[in-house]
């Protein structure tokens, strides 16, 4: 009897052991739920910072493309310093964009340093543009000689 008895109470030892693993895997369950629904919450935060940079981006785009135009009734030395100046502008812009490429596939822990490289790279770009856009109005435009001629 002795055999029996000895070996209940190692069954009721192992009952309630059993029992305190479970409370554990509802937190690993739990945990892992709030770590699926943070990455999601970050993949969606990164997803609508790249749409907005873009937008910024092609913005510039149209603004150079528009500089360009006026640029193109200059003649002579000037309108080609203000084309080197354009596409100086124009490859800042290309820099930015493999920026937020490198950035949207970015661990995240060199996510928060490559956003603000990108941040940093948009206002030195809007800068630029400033720069030469400014530069532009304070020069004189000479007509080109197909517009002397008409």
């Keep these: 009897m002795k055999i029996p008895l000895s070996m ?3 069954l ?3 009952i ?3 029992s305190w693993n479970e ?3 509802l937190e690993a369950s739990s945990q892992e739920q709030t770590t699926k629904a943070n990455t999601e919450s970050q993949q969606r ?3 609508e910072y790249a749409k907005s940079i873009q937008a910024k981006l092609d913005e510039y785009d149209k603004k150079l493309d528009g500089l360009d135009a006026q640029v193109s009734t200059m003649n002579g030395a ?3 310093d203000f084309r080197k100046m354009i596409q100086q502008v124009r490859d800042q812009r290309k820099g930015i964009a493999t920026q937020l490429d490198s950035a949207k596939n970015a661990s995240p822990g060199a996510w928060g340093v490559m956003k603000s490289d ?5 206002k030195k770009l809007e800068r630029s543009y400033q720069d030469v856009s400014k530069k532009y109005e ?3 435009v000479t007509p080109s000689k197909n517009q002397k001629k008409q």
Excluded: I
């Design 12 to 14: 009721f030892l192992l």
């Design 23 to 25: 409370p554990s895997r």
């Design 118 to 122: 990108v941040d940093s790279g948009l």
């Design 45 to 47: 935060e990164r997803e």
């Design 78 to 80: 000037e309108k080609d």
């Design 138 to 140: 304070l020069t004189p």
């Design 8 to 10: 209940m109470f190692g």
């Design 16 to 18: 309630p052991a059993g």
